[in-house]
C-alpha cells in the first residue's frame, strides 16, 4: 500500500509540472483549437519534467479518421 501511494503522489507531481509547462507555453490561449493542438498539450503534460531538459513534444498534421458510409 505504501509504496502504491508513493508511486501515486509522484505521478500526481510529474503530471502538475507537465501543465505548468504547458502554461508557460501558452497552448491554453495562442493556437486556434485543433487535433494537433489537443495532441500537442496531452503530450507536453505526459512527458512532464522532460520538458524542461530539452524535450519538445509536438504533433505536427493531426488527422482524424473518416466515419465509414
Do not use: K
Not at 495562442?30 to 493542438?37: D, E, L, M, N
Not at 507536453?44 to 465509414?68: D, F, H, I, K, S
Amino acid at each position: 500500500m505504501r509504496i502504491a501511494r508513493v508511486f501515486g503522489v509522484i505521478a500526481m507531481i510529474w503530471l502538475l509540472v507537465g501543465v505548468l509547462a504547458v502554461w508557460q507555453r501558452d497552448y491554453f490561449t495562442s493556437r486556434t483549437p485543433s487535433c494537433g493542438t489537443a495532441a500537442d498539450i496531452a503530450l507536453t503534460v505526459v512527458a512532464g519534467p522532460l520538458n524542461y531538459m530539452g524535450v519538445n513534444p509536438q504533433v505536427g498534421e493531426c488527422r482524424l479518421p473518416e466515419p465509414a458510409a
